[in-house]
């Protein structure tokens, strides 16, 4: 049954998690952090709990092997299968979509040890059902709010997964992003959000945006835990991200500003990135300031038509597959069945993305193809890849978003921006890590690079963690 849950700004699990990996008897912690997740709330991140944690934890006990994740609680945002539980999408219409195996992303998890405590809440359908949708609110678990303050948004679509790491509620979550849907809830929250690059991770038991764009990614309180994580998620096959971390990786190398994403945020997050950016240099970076970033209009553009018709293809193509329980079995009937429920299910804001979306031919319209090497193009060799060489830089930086803003139930999120789209439509890699307050709200620092860079974006974002400390 799915039930509402929620997190309180208290680091509850913290000094368990790395317990737990050290000492036997992670069923019986396993235990006391059930009853955690049970009782704690103030923010609403987490929607169910998983029925076999126990189960899962002491089956550890009992395992001489131990994972490079043994005993870590991984909460993880329900659109993505754990097996026995639903995968709603935060929709009521996917209530019986019960899953009969894991996510091979999942599945890698527990064979690295971690022990998956429960599903989080996020906005509904990965907040692209309507063009005024509210982050973090979804009909089956209502509102996510951020940690630092109940009256702001914890971003979307990852909304609950953000806000369950900011709380201190877990150490780990894992996430989904098409645009922003990781790095946004991270930045907002206060943590660490890796969107990885589009393929490195299987996306399969995943409920769908977007093939082009979508994946999963590890949300933690740290660089190490991410770098730890995602390894856990790929599976024996993983590079050693973490053994691949190192204090020094800022000594020496040319990071590219990013000029036209880093002063539109207000007063407060300007001081903030400034105070980053000396830090970067008393590191040893160099920066290298980008006045121009080509095409960005442009790939805007293809962005939205591609999704519209990749929606429809994709998500048609997943609710094909789900149990006989489920009675929408195409975007048209989702778009029904919401009508039917508006009452519950649209209280504040409509389904405008899905009616432009079951309007367009999806998969079957001709013009795709183009329209997706287009975009990848323009973002990608021709975007990151070309701002990288023209200025001999390995990675370029912006603030990630601006300040978590008041939450709006009816009209919709009041986004400052973001540096998100270059990255997601490119489908290269996008690290954001803390790098301060600004005014009293956490804001991230983005790390972006070519495809495949993850060590390296990891190693950078690692340096200045620590460089932050100090």
């Not at 991270?186 to 589009?198: Q, S």
């Not at 094909?320 to 069945?337: E, M, N, W």
């Not at 983005?446 to 990891?458: D, Q, R, W």
């Amino acid at each position: 049954m799915i039930t509402d849950r929620a997190c309180r700004l208290l680091p509850v699990l913290s000094s368990l998690v790395f317990a737990a990996c050290q000492e036997r008897g992670i069923g019986d912690r396993a235990e006391a952090i059930l009853q955690r997740l049970e009782r704690e709330g103030s923010c609403n991140a987490v929607l169910a709990i998983a029925p076999d944690a126990v189960q899962q934890a002491r089956a550890l006990d009992s395992n001489p092997q131990r994972g490079p994740l043994n005993g870590v609680p991984v909460l993880v945002k329900d659109n993505i299968h754990v097996a026995g539980m639903p995968t709603t999408a935060g929709s009521l219409a996917l209530l019986e979509n019960i899953a009969e195996a894991d996510a091979p992303i999942i599945a890698n998890l527990k064979r690295a040890g971690a022990v998956i405590v429960g599903k989080t809440n996020l906005s509904e359908w990965a907040n692209f059902r309507s063009t005024s949708s509210t982050s973090g609110w979804s009909s089956v678990g209502g509102l996510t709010t951020n940690p630092y303050d109940p009256s702001r948004s914890a971003c979307g679509s990852s909304s609950g997964s953000g806000a369950a790491v900011g709380s201190g509620l877990v150490d780990v979550a894992i996430g989904t992003e098409t645009d922003g849907s990781v790095t946004c809830p991270a930045a907002m929250c206060g943590i660490v959000g890796l969107k990885p690059t589009v393929g490195l991770l299987s996306g399969e038991g995943i409920v769908p945006i977007s093939a082009s764009q979508d994946t999963a990614g590890p949300m933690t309180r740290n660089v190490k835990l991410a770098a730890r994580t995602l390894g856990g998620m790929i599976g024996a096959k993983a590079a050693d991200y973490e053994a691949a971390l190192d204090v020094d990786a800022l000594r020496g190398v040319r990071l590219g500003v990013l000029l036209p994403l880093s002063g539109e945020y207000g007063d407060a997050v300007s001081a903030t990135f400034s105070a980053a950016r000396r830090t970067l240099e008393e590191a040893g970076a160099t920066l290298v300031e980008i006045s121009e970033i080509p095409d960005l209009k442009r790939i805007g553009q293809l962005e939205w038509a591609l999704l519209l018709r990749e929606f429809k293809r994709d998500l048609n193509s997943y609710l094909a597959t789900t149990p006989s329980g489920v009675k929408t079995r195409t975007l048209a009937d989702l778009i029904a069945f919401n009508k039917m429920h508006a009452e519950e299910v649209m209280p504040h804001f409509g389904q405008e993305i899905f009616e432009q979306s079951e309007a367009t031919e999806g998969g079957a319209d001709p013009e795709l193809p183009d329209i997706v090497d287009e975009a990848k193009r323009l973002a990608g060799p021709e975007g990151i890849d070309r701002l990288l060489a023209d200025h001999d830089c390995i990675a370029l930086i912006a603030p990630t978003t601006g300040r978590a803003f008041p939450i709006r139930l009816d009209g919709g999120d009041a986004f400052e921006g973001a540096c998100t789209t270059l990255p997601a439509v490119a489908g290269y890699p996008h690290l954001t890590v803390p790098m301060g307050l600004a005014d009293g709200l956490p804001v991230g620092l983005s790390f972006i690079g070519p495809a495949f860079a993850e060590a390296k974006l990891l190693a950078l974002g690692f340096a200045y963690e620590q460089a932050r400390k100090e």
